[in-house]
């Protein structure tokens, strides 16, 4: 049994995300991700204006005069989200925790989906896959979805997106649209990554929150990995200290920008207690430019 509070967030998000897809991101989804191809449908009459490149030249000599070919976009596509459930996203510091916006984030890519008529899937893991759903269509589908974001219970704590990304190129024979939604504090990942990319539409959306990039300066506190359970003490009243801990999150950062650089992979960057809509709109729009 789901308890009530579960049900309340899930019809929450249901409520938020499907305003998002509505407004803010209407239409961006469908322009951004085009269909498998052009599906020829039939032949017609040359009007004035169409192109000469689709004359059926065959079709014309039969009967004497031009006729053209018409195609249709073949458009239904199938969108995969890698979500990562590690211990590490069970952290929030801005009223909102990464497991959260993860699953909000998800929720909104679903809709929009679903809304043009795609099918949807979905991957959880930790340090080891957690979960497989296959791909579906339909709201009451989605809604599954979004609560197993929400509720599922993984039994790993670690993070292995390589796991991920080798389960799903297992699982998948045909392309995909796929959202890796991870903070990606994790091992190596990029050789899994490069064969995926040869199939598939990848797409990292990576989760950060605030106090993973910078410390305040609050005095005395305990650290916990959330991963490894390690504990350690800090001083954050120290200023070199402070900034070690901010070069650190830099280089990881930039070490993980590199990755996706070197394999040709355009990333989407949201952060808790800000929109992720700006961030995903900015990302439709410059893959649109480029189409």
Not at 151 to 179: I, Q, S
Request: net charge positive; charged share 30%.
């Amino acid at each position: 049994m789901i308890p009530k509070e579960i049900l309340k967030k899930i019809r929450r998000i249901e409520i938020r995300t499907s305003h998002i897809v509505n407004t803010a991101m209407a239409g961006q989804y469908h322009s951004t991700f085009k269909g498998r191809g052009m599906e020829f449908e039939e032949v017609r009459n040359y009007e004035i204006g169409d192109d000469v490149r689709t004359i059926d030249w065959n079709v014309s000599a039969r009967y004497g005069h031009p006729f053209v070919k018409v195609f249709r976009e073949e458009r239904e596509l199938t969108v995969m989200m890698l979500v990562d459930l590690s211990r590490s996203h069970e952290f929030g510091t801005s009223h909102q925790l990464k497991r959260e916006l993860a699953a909000e984030v998800c929720a909104t890519l679903a809709f929009s989906a679903i809304r043009n008529n795609d099918k949807i899937g979905q991957i959880l893991f930790s340090d080891g896959v957690e979960q497989y759903v296959p791909p579906k269509k339909g709201t009451r589908h989605v809604l599954r979805l979004v609560r197993d974001l929400l509720y599922f219970k993984p039994e790993g704590v670690g993070t292995n997106v390589a796991a991920a990304f080798e389960h799903l190129n297992r699982v998948t024979h045909r392309k995909c649209v796929v959202f890796v939604v991870s903070d990606f504090q994790s091992g190596d990942y990029e050789q899994p990554m490069r064969i995926a990319r040869r199939r598939h539409d990848v797409i990292p959306i990576t989760i950060t929150d605030p106090r993973e990039v910078e410390l305040p300066d609050v005095g005395l506190i305990e650290l916990v990995d959330a991963e490894t359970g390690e504990t350690v003490m800090v001083d954050t009243s120290s200023k070199r200290l402070r900034q070690h801990y901010t070069a650190d999150a830099v280089r990881s950062a930039d070490e993980r920008s590199r990755t996706f650089r070197r394999c040709k992979i355009d990333p989407i960057d949201v952060t808790t207690g800000e929109s992720f809509v700006e961030p995903i709109n900015r990302f439709f729009k410059a893959r649109k430019a480029r189409q």
